[in-house]
């Protein structure tokens, strides 16, 4: 059985990711908390950046990877709370963005994990394992820089892009795990 490893990120957790790692756990992986003993890495946004040196892992999937150079962070986070409410009013799922957003708010006060990952931010160790990465960027997602080819991976990353939004796997998790190899 394969193990995989989610790494959230900014005002992310388990139970943000809960459809996500039902997903997981269906399809046969074994979800672990550790990601240097992880089969496969996962991250979404802010995860990236806790991606540790030494891995086991022959796969990481960077799902809207939080890296827009030029662009601030509170115009990132307007501009996907506005885009959110829209899609998901539209896709008549608000209770699920209520829900979803009111973990975010618990997620917020991680400190330990949050304050890692601003350290990390200007870090050029966290684009090391190009190799292994496929990097997944939604067309409508504010926080990822859509010339994600630019993005500095060392060897260089896979890409692909997916017309979603920013959180669209913790909804539609299947659409990502099918990028996943056993």
Known sequence: MLTVCILYGFGEGPRVGAHFERALT??????VRNAGRADIIITHSGGYLLVPQAIRAKQIIHIAPYRWPGKSWLVCIGAKLLNDLHAHHREGELAFWIRKSCWNFVYMWRLPANIRM???LQSPAIWRHGNLCVVVRPRFDTFCTPRCQELPFRPSAAYLSLGKHHDDCWRHPHTYLDLLQS
């Open 26 to 31: 269906a399809k046969g992986y074994r979800i």
């Open 118 to 120: 601003l350290k990390r």
